[in-house]
């Protein structure tokens, strides 16, 4: 009788161990379809001639690619993050209006853009928020206010901050439209049909990575509805459709995704009301029984696509960078 107990146990303990690396191997269901995705055909940024480039030196030596515009002397400086995928690109409209009254610099993060390091890949968990402390420290003036300003998962990225070792360096924050977590309120089914996660994998890669093993972590887990269209066209070198663990989980807010939001200073919320990806109706009351900082613009008829470029969200940002 005890042996078979034994046996039972050992059988149970081997299958506990096993069950998290098969789960990382688990495959795909499907790839994403990009018609069941964001409306791209809304899309203008890809057309304009965009801002040159400069790079900025991170503690490990990579260099990030960025766009500054300067703007005049004593006012704060504006770091613009962009959303998944992409690049810095879709922000220069907004970083052009803002920078009447703002230094602002637009970066493409690691992993992302024409000079991505491993595309769709980081080192570690964490190293987007150690990459903005080191581009705020080496370009922020003494004493200069420093903004942050979040596009999709770039808002995402900026909520993770607020909550993480590096959040002090932030004095106020503007979220467009940020993914807070797949679970949250706001988030609708795979943000919309716009990005496709391997959710066994992500199961058990965090397991995996709860106890301290990440060999793993490099593994792809999200893959994006980026159209043929986009792909194939002059941008197209600068996506990137498919994500790592560690990259996925560097950019947004943690799975404790309420404490984050909890540690925002005083900022601005915009979102469009014809959101495909989220709940723009359900920021405010998500939001607010957490963290009483914020104010909130719901730009009418707009999608996700279209806010960042939205006559409504400039006027915003610029009154709120403005003080």
């Known amino acids: 009788m005890i042996t078979t107990l034994l046996a039972i146990a050992a059988i149970l303990i081997a299958v506990a161990i096993a069950l998290p690396f098969v789960m990382v191997l688990w495959p795909w269901n ?3 379809d990009p018609l069941e995705g964001l409306e791209f055909d809304v899309v203008n940024h890809m057309q304009a001639e965009p801002l040159s480039t400069e790079t900025q030196a991170m503690r490990d030596g990579y260099p990030m690619v960025l766009r500054r515009l300067d703007g005049p002397e004593g006012g704060p400086l504006v770091v613009m993050i962009h959303g998944s995928a992409w ?30 390091g491993r595309r769709g890949d980081v080192d570690y968990i ?23 300003l979040g596009y999709s998962s770039g808002g995402g990225l900026v909520v ?3 909550g993480g070792p590096h959040g002090d360096l ?10 807070l977590q797949h679970d949250a309120p706001t988030t609708r089914t795979e943000s919309g049909g716009w990005a496709l996660p391997n959710v066994k994998r ?7 990575d709860a106890a301290g093993i990440r060999a793993f972590n490099s593994y792809p887990v999200l893959r994006f509805a980026m159209p043929k269209a986009v792909l194939e066209g002059r941008y197209g070198h600068m996506a990137t459709p498919e994500y790592s663990f560690r990259l996925n989980a560097s950019f947004a807010p943690r799975r404790d995704w309420k404490a984050d939001i909890t540690h925002l200073p005083p900022f601005l919320l915009i979102a469009g009301t014809n959101d495909e990806a989220f709940h723009s109706e359900a920021y405010e009351p998500t939001m607010t029984p957490l963290n009483a900082n914020g104010t ?21 940002v610029v009154g709120f960078v403005r003080g």
């Open 202 to 208: 992500i199961i058990g890669l965090t397991l995996l």
């Open 30 to 32: 499907a790839a994403p």
């Open 296 to 316: 909130y613009r719901m730009v009418p008829d707009k999608t996700h696509l279209e806010i960042p470029d939205a006559p409504e969200t400039a006027e915003a």
């Open 170 to 179: 932030m004095d106020r924050a503007v979220l467009i439209a940020p993914f």
């Open 160 to 162: 993770r901050f607020a």
């Open 87 to 116: 690049n810095g690109m879709p922000l220069e409209s907004l970083g052009r209006r803002v920078a009447q009254y703002a230094d602002v610099l637009i970066p493409d993060l690691r992993g992302h853009g024409a000079a991505p």
């Open 126 to 148: 964490g190293q987007l928020e150690d990459d903005l402390a080191d581009l705020i420290s080496a370009q922020a003036e003494p004493g200069q206010e420093v903004i942050l």
